[in-house]
């Protein structure tokens, strides 16, 4: 079994789905000749060739718009938006197009697209290189939402992605993109989206985070683990939520953290705390505690560490949780 | 290797050819040496006017009195050196010239009197000209008939095709079946040219999206509302077909307004690098809304847009259905050959409003609609057709009846179908509704329900 990083994943998963099927291509910026600018797509060209790796012009809009045309043909286009921060050309294509078609035609055209990009701070990257824009696609009818937060994962949920019917917005958390290795399995197997899953067990406090914040809370669970038995749960989709896998451990804990980088004003932490407020009220002991990114612009480098939850913050928003 | 640097590179650095890809490339040139003969030809007709296009350095413009020499290299029709390998991107030595000169063709075959060179006539039948003529007519009398639906109510807001018959039904008609149109939203005429049943067209601006779903074999893509957006569909299309080498030509039918949006020209832009078999066809129908042509872009035609992304560009005569045709026969089958994109830019006249929703009367010159009615395509052919003893009254009657009486039948048709079924817009959203989207539906359904038993 490899021992992969989440980026070696992403290629594994990416050689294996194109290896498998001839109807997945991949295009972006730079993914042929030069792998893509985080080598996700190494290897890729000199395997599968031009028809199949294509090194697009510098328009992201062009690339989720003919991605969607493809898509109609019957391709299974996986595009790469080289950062989080440049999926925003592409926005008006994906929610005026790949997220309608399918009503739009009553079912004759689908878009089985993959937009992936990574995602997330913590890397000391220029400005537009370390958002955090799920909340803005968790928003979109008509499109799914996956950030894995392992190597296991990572290649599971992306074989998933591709093989969806549905356009699929697929964010890797790029400060944990060599942080450690796993072991990926060879065979093909694939995780279900809209499914959470527990990275740490525990039963006086649930926190429910995902991307590169799912280690920074087990960090901070480690911590407190002689006061405190955390629950980390990582959400891993965005869209569709997994809503037992938040009742169940709600349910077992009766305590809730929220943590994610993105700025906390109308962020997914706040449809998690709805969702829990609507079905599991009368479990709770305290109120629901956010632990988020700021509602500013995302510093640069110098400033980065405090606009990112730490460990420390999120120790104390578990403290805040078992005080009240 | 891209196509620019395949054109440009000089004899010495190019790269020896294995047998194979020549061959290989064997009929899409000779399908492009026999456009550029058409070309040719058609270059000596009397009619037709060449708008030039010349980049010059600053440099040049600049200087009061340019040398003799710099003038004698501005006359110079073509690249002006050749350059090899490594100073393809940039010169050794200090110099000015001209690069590159461009020139977009004009193409109109049929004048405003119904005067025909007969020299530009693409090859067609005298059933094909009045198979022009009817789906003309029949698109006329379609439109008017969708408008007074929206006054009455029966319809929602509709957007006139009224002026731009001949652009759609001559463009619509060098299609072939298998071939894919991407329109925009205001297509009727060319949905009637591909045999769309016209009740759909009627139901799609009912607001039902069922009018949206055409019958097997009738292809063409869902509309697409926000300006400009959608021709990167039919490129990505049109690119899947050419990658699968399926040999289908995808139509994407802007309009003026769209040349100012970025997708657009980011369409263009993939198209002319992947070669992908697409037409753009540019109606260019004067107005986006109350915003005209000249607000758009300073540039001097529309059609030139396709020269920064290395492919032609033609203007034709709008109201012309035999110039429309001409270039769109002709594009397409460059396209199909694997002779890659064109951009016709078809100069023609949006007679009515915007939509139903505008009133052009508070922004247009009434002066204009009038020179543009006296260069009617309906007219013009009309024209041409009784020169030729192919038009008379009973048959121009014989096929308004007729075209009134399917429309009609249209209307029946459309106002027949049952109501949507409320789930369906919950039910397409995804391939599967998810849990959300079932307790959604659910809550909805309820309350309808608790509505329903208190009236009763």
Known sequence: ?324 | MTPMVRKKSSRKTKAPKSRKAVKKARPARKAQRKISRKVKSAGKAKRKTIKKIMLKPTALKKAKKPSRKIKAEARKPTVIRKISFPERFISEKAVSGVVKRFEVRYLQVLDKDGRCDEKLMPRVSSQDIKSFFELMLTSRVFDDKALALQRQGRIGTYASIRGQEASQIGSAFAMQDQDWMFPSFREAGAYITRKTPMHLVLQYWSGDERGGIMPKGINNFTPSIPVGTHALHAVGFAWGARLRKDRIVCVAYIGDGATSEGDTLEAMNFAGVFRVPVVFLLQNNQWAISVPRAKQTAAETLAQKAIAFGFEGIQVDGNDVFAVYRAAREAMDKARAGGGPTLIECVTYRMGDHTTADDAKRYRDARELEYWVQRDPIDRLRKYMQKKGLWSQEYENKVAEEAGRKVEEAVKTMESQPPPNIEDFFKYTYAEMNQNLKDQLAELMEALKEQQERKE
């Not at chain 1, 878009?111 to 990574?118: D, I, N, S, T």
């Not at chain 1, 996956?146 to 591709?162: M, Q």
Request: aromatic letters at 8%; a negative charge; proline letters at 6%.
């Open chain 1, 1 to 324: 079994m490899p021992n992969l990083t989440i980026v070696q994943a992403v290629n594994y998963a990416l050689m294996q789905e194109m290896a498998r099927d001839a109807n997945v291509i991949v295009l972006g910026e730079d993914v042929a000749r030069n792998g893509g600018v985080f080598r996700a797509t190494e290897g890729l060209w000199e395997k599968f060739g031009d028809g199949r790796v294509i090194d697009t012009p510098l328009a992201e809009s062009g690339i989720v718009g003919v991605s969607i045309g493809l898509a109609a043909y019957g391709f299974r286009p996986v595009a790469e938006i080289q950062f989080d921060g440049f999926t925003y050309p592409a926005f008006d294509q994906l929610i005026s197009h790949a997220t309608r078609i399918r009503t739009r035609s009553r079912g004759r055209f689908s878009c089985p697209l993959v937009v992936r990009a990574p995602y997330g701070g913590g890397i000391h990257a220029p400005e537009h290189h370390s958002e955090a824009p799920e909340a803005f696609y968790t928003h979109m009818p008509g499109v799914k939402v996956v950030i894995p937060s392992t190597p296991y994962d990572t290649k599971g949920l992306l074989v998933s992605a591709i093989r969806d019917p549905d356009p699929v917005i697929f964010f890797e958390p790029k400060k944990i993109y060599r942080a450690f290795k796993q072991e990926v399995p060879e065979e093909d197997y694939a995780i279900p989206l809209g499914k959470a899953s527990v990275a740490r067990e525990g039963v006086d406090v649930s926190i429910f985070t995902w991307g590169s914040m799912v280690r920074t809370c087990l960090e901070a669970a480690e911590k407190i683990k002689d006061r405190v038995s955390v629950e980390v749960v990582d959400m891993r989709t965005l869209s569709p939520l997994d809503t037992d896998a938040i009742n169940a451990s709600v349910k077992k804990t009766g305590r809730v953290v929220i943590v994610h980088e993105a700025p906390k004003s109308s962020g997914v932490g706040a449809e998690i705390a709805a969702l829990i407020d609507r079905k599991d009220l009368l479990y709770l002991e305290a109120p629901v505690v956010r632990v988020t990114g700021f509602d500013t612009v995302f510093p640069l480098a110098k400033l980065e560490k405090y606009y990112m939850p730490d460990a420390s913050r999120i120790t104390k928003g578990i403290e805040k949780v078992m005080d009240f």
